[in-house]
């Protein structure tokens, strides 16, 4: 676990102004950690703030080298790779900061702690947490999370990253706002981070994952009036399988859709398009009550990811959104979730 005396550095290669580099951006967004650096050769030199629109002014640099001189003592693998496949090249930068005295913090599913090479160069103190592993203990869902008093807020998706966590963590910051007892449930590798603790829902087997996520809402529940739990996937998407148990292990009480402006497809899947949005809250919501099998749940509200808008045409989209799902929609992330705050609690 990341602590706050940790200096930290993200490993970033490509990622500040692509498409893959979610684990390292919502980090330098929602991380409380001290980040002294962030590690792109594509962008070494640039402004984070001008670049990603993140309000933090860390540092780019090309190389594990160069970030030393900012003495970080932890290295976190910013990218969430298709598969979770680490590069050769990123091997080699790993290796260097391990020789180097760095602590690793590894989200992939590449696990490294396991391996001897890497094993054999750490020194006293130092580590390897591999985020995305099953923990011990399981055992499979039983719905009981419907008996909890708190109320249960599950972000869902349109695609897999488009903004289901940031926006779970915005509510959960208004929530805290509100003067609410609110705690935010992650059940991926970068919430995981942020939060200290929750479980990396697709490193779970699937016959123990709606058990995974009913332990955890269970821990939570009991002394609290909102959970936000992490959404992971959509049950759009082809390879998704993470969706169906965030629902049934979380029995959740409300649904927030979060979509992103414009995108009429899955991101890697072209050939499969998005229906329109009110298609979509029907399809969540029959689900989730799996024809009265559980307590009926609602999309509360739409989050609109408007990211790659400008504010003018961001309003636009929005008021587009309202008018076609009868909504709440806002994008949180930009505007705040006060809004989807609002749509939940009356």
Not at 25 to 42: C, G, K, M, P, Q
Not at 118 to 136: M, N, S
Not at 243 to 258: A, C, D, E, K, N
Request: charge should be negative.
């Amino acid at each position: 676990m990341i602590s706050p005396d940790d200096e930290v550095v993200i490993l970033l290669h490509d990622g500040v102004c692509g498409t893959q580099g979610k684990t390292g951006l919502t980090l330098l967004r929602y991380s409380e950690a001290n980040i002294v650096a962030v590690i792109d050769r594509a962008t070494a030199g640039g402004s984070l703030p001008e670049l990603t629109g993140i309000p933090r002014s860390v540092p780019i640099v090309a190389s594990i080298e160069e970030s030393l001189t900012y003495k970080p003592n932890v290295l976190v693998i910013g990218i969430a790779l298709l598969g979770g496949i680490l590069p050769e090249d990123w091997y080699q930068d790993i290796r260097q900061a391990i020789m180097a005295g760095l602590s690793i913090v590894n989200g992939l599913h590449t696990p490294l702690n396991r391996d001897p090479a890497l094993q054999a160069l750490l020194k006293p103190g130092q580590w390897i947490w591999d985020v995305r592993q099953e923990p011990l203990g399981l055992s499979v869902g039983t719905g009981q999370a419907r008996a909890l008093s708190c109320l249960r807020i599950l972000t869902v998706g349109t695609d897999m990253s488009v903004g289901k966590m940031s926006t779970s963590l915005e509510l959960h910051r208004a929530s805290l706002q509100r003067g609410l007892r609110s705690h935010f449930l992650a059940s991926g590798q970068t919430g995981m981070m942020i939060a200290g603790s929750g479980i990396p829902l697709d490193a779970i087997r699937v016959d123990f994952a709606a058990g995974a996520v009913e332990q955890l809402v269970m821990k939570a529940g009991s002394d609290r009036d909102i959970l936000h739990i992490e959404g992971q996937g959509s049950l759009l998407h082809p390879s998704s399988t993470a969706t169906l148990p965030l629902l049934r292990g979380s029995q959740p009480t409300h649904l927030i859709l979060v979509h992103r402006a414009g995108q009429t497809h899955i991101r890697n899947a072209p050939h499969v398009h998005i229906p329109p949005l009110p298609e979509v809250v029907r399809l969540y919501e029959a689900v989730a009550a799996a024809a009265g099998a559980f307590a009926s749940t609602r999309v509360a509200a739409i989050a609109l990811n408007t990211a790659h808008l400008s504010d003018q045409e961001a309003q636009q989209a929005i008021e587009r959104v309202q008018h076609e799902t009868n909504l709440p929609c806002t994008d949180p992330v930009r505007l705040g979730a006060k809004l989807l705050l609002d749509a939940v609690l009356t």
